[in-house]
């Protein structure tokens, strides 16, 4: 099983965030209209923490303010289970939309969102899930950006088991990428 260390996920989110302080006003990122790509690393895990995996995210938004961007993110994860009489492959995915609202207009931009998609594949129950997510974008370069991404899905079947899955049935993704305005 591999096990994700919550203080080591922590200072990697958080990381980015002493950047902001350092960071000079200039022509950074995105305008009204831009549209941005995005490729990641990402890894998840239950809600507490017991078993994960990882993978790759790719997302592709479009600028609807400067501040605002919607779009679709596709993931694609792999998981080894090993144990006393098991051994495993998983692979699974997850397709969904996105909304985010990104904070400052300097290099480094926190922003909280929210996503909706589906996932499916060998070691999930094909499921739809809801979102809620916060990171920061740091640009290295005019339209280049560095991403931190934390995000809490919860996973439901019916709009009825949704308000109940928020808290039973919720699992972690963390994402560290590289992206590009254009």
Not at 26 to 31: D, I, K, Q, V
Not at 110 to 132: H, Q, T
Not at 164 to 182: E, I, K
């Amino acid at each position: 099983m591999i096990r994700l260390n919550t203080a080591a996920i922590t200072l990697c989110v958080l990381g980015a965030f002493p950047l902001a302080a350092s960071a000079q006003s200039s022509n950074f990122g995105p305008e009204k209209g831009d549209r941005e790509f995005s490729i990641s690393g990402t890894g998840n895990s239950d809600r507490n923490m017991d078993s994960g995996s990882f993978g790759v995210t790719g997302d592709l938004g479009w600028y609807m303010q400067d501040h605002m961007v919607a779009g679709f993110r596709q993931s694609i994860n792999y998981a080894s289970i090993e144990g006393e009489s098991i051994k495993d492959d998983f692979w699974n995915g997850s397709t969904r939309g996105y909304f985010n609202y990104q904070f400052m207009t300097e290099r480094a931009r926190p922003f909280i969102g929210a996503s909706l998609g589906g996932i499916y594949g060998d070691g999930v129950k094909d499921s739809a899930f809801a979102g809620l997510e916060a990171g920061v974008k740091y640009y290295v370069r005019d339209k280049t950006y560095l991403l931190t991404r934390v995000e809490y899905q919860f996973l439901f079947s019916s709009t009825s088991e949704a308000s109940d899955s928020f808290q039973d049935d919720g699992v972690w993704a963390y994402t560290v990428g590289l992206g590009y305005n254009f």
